[in-house]
């Protein structure tokens, strides 16, 4: 490491010496092991009773005799959003892990792009609901099929629509459109939320990353593990966005 001290207002930069570090990165790396699987074990160990919880509350709103009043419905719902929120960071910290370990295991077939979306809304419709959300499919007919590991692409699916819904207002709409471009189709989400900054187009991918002041809880994880997901399987991933107009967010995959 070169040691170089640059005075403020200055364009000289003064070099004063060179310290070598030498570190044994053995210990470090089984460290890290150790903590990639402690991460794995822990959150695979807290989506199980928190799945079981949303399972109850559903039980718990439309309950076999009698009714709940205004009251119960709205901690019902509460509690409902809380185990969304710590779904989706336990489902992140899992694939993270996975990545961290150079687990990622692709399963790559034919699949057909109709059905990852239709899958997509499936999992998210009652979320968009919630906030009275219009979920609008608009998808060209007869597309060929994609070669892709379907589970993971409905799972990057997901992230950015329930992304398109926490930063939208009530009572907005989104759309997905699906599409060919030359030989791939592209899978798109365009929301009119909040949008995002230009600068930040590009380092919203970048792992732990959220823009500043977006004051939403979350991990940061989402569509870091999402570009990951898309770039193993051959495929780009992007964004277009207006400061306070809306995004779009887009992935590509080839044709079979
Ligand atoms: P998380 O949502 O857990 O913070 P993500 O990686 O999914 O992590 O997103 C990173 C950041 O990108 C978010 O914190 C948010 O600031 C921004 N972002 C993602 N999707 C949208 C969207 N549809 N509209 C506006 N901002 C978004």
Do not use: C
Request: charged content about 25%; hydrophobic content about 40%; aromatic content about 6%.
């Amino acid at each position: 490491v070169t040691i170089t001290i640059k005075p403020t207002g200055e364009d000289q930069t003064i070099i004063i010496g060179d310290v070598i570090i030498l570190r044994n990165i053995t210990v470090f790396k089984e460290l890290d092991f150790a903590k990639t699987n402690f991460i794995a074990t822990v959150s695979h160990e807290l989506k199980t009773p928190i799945a079981s919880i949303k399972m109850s509350l559903q039980l718990l709103e439309k309950p076999a005799t009698g009714s709940i009043n205004t009251d119960q419905k709205q901690l019902i719902d509460g509690i409902k959003e809380d185990s969304q929120r710590l779904l989706k960071i336990t489902g992140e910290l899992l694939e993270l892990s996975q990545l961290e370990t150079g687990n990622i295991q692709l399963n790559m077939e034919k699949s057909n792009p109709y059905e990852i979306i239709n899958y997509a809304i499936e999992a998210i419709k009652v979320q968009a609901e919630q906030k009275q959300i219009e979920l609008r499919i608009e998808a060209e007919h007869n597309l060929p099929e994609v070669k892709a590991d379907s589970e993971k692409t409905a799972w990057v699916l997901i992230n950015f629509l329930t992304n398109a819904i926490r930063y939208s207002s009530e009572n907005s709409s989104i759309t997905v459109q699906l599409k060919k471009e030359n030989n791939q189709i592209a899978f798109q989400v365009i929301d009119t939320g909040k949008g995002i900054d230009s600068r930040y187009k590009t380092k919203i991918f970048d792992k732990y990353f959220q823009v500043p002041g977006s004051h939403k809880s979350g991990t940061g994880l989402g569509l870091a593990i999402s570009k990951e997901f898309i770039e193993a399987q051959g495929g780009t991933i992007g964004i277009e966005s207006e400061l306070g107009l809306g995004s779009t967010f887009y992935f590509k995959l080839g044709i079979v």
